[in-house]
């Protein structure tokens, strides 16, 4: 008796505590990547790599949108994609943070520009931007990622690596997960 007893009070707490962890995650809204500067084709590329990389962090609950952010703008009457109307965006999704990125032309080439917005503060709580080579997304989106929201939580499975860091001229510091080979 007194066994059964210990291990449906171990069960309770078990519930109790994941229940509490899922509650303590912070859920982010990922909008869709703005890329005027890219063909159609390129943005949605830009798009399900920056979801597939959003997927990786398990610690957050991540809420991808399912609509571009011009029509989720044109339902708040937003003329701009300002910290107020993303904030707006991210309430609707019930979210406390919401990364929004764009592609844009520069001198050089195309900038990738990532801002975390925090919703219950309406302001930005982070901003990066960094190179990118329409050929190779998926290390740019990653960079902007590490800078913007941290690192992502290693799998069981995860091959160890090495971290390297740059500082940035008394900016952020670009991270990198370096495989062992």
Not at 58 to 66: G, H, Y
Not at 124 to 146: M, N, T, W, Y
Request: some cysteine.
């Amino acid at each position: 008796m007194k066994r059964s007893v210990i291990c449906v009070l171990s069960a309770l707490l078990w519930l109790l505590a994941s229940s509490a962890w899922a509650e303590s995650r912070q859920k982010v809204l990922f909008l869709k990547t703005e890329a005027t500067a890219l063909p159609e084709g390129g943005r949605q590329a830009v798009v399900k790599e920056l979801f597939a990389q959003a997927q990786r962090y398990k610690q957050l609950d991540v809420v991808l949108s399912t609509a571009d952010l011009v029509d989720e703008m044109f339902e708040f009457e937003c003329t701009e994609a300002g910290v107020e109307c993303l904030g707006k965006i991210g309430a609707k999704y019930g979210a406390q943070l919401v990364v929004h990125s764009e592609v844009v032309k520069t001198g050089g080439g195309l900038q990738l520009k990532m801002r975390v917005i925090d919703v219950a503060a309406a302001r930005v709580a982070q901003s990066h931007q960094e190179a990118l080579d329409p050929d190779k997304v998926g290390p740019a989106l990653a960079r902007c990622l590490v800078v913007s929201l941290g690192p992502v939580e290693l799998n069981s499975g995860d091959t160890p690596g090495k971290l390297r860091v740059a500082l940035v001229g008394g900016g952020p510091a670009l991270v990198d997960l370096v495989p062992h080979e």
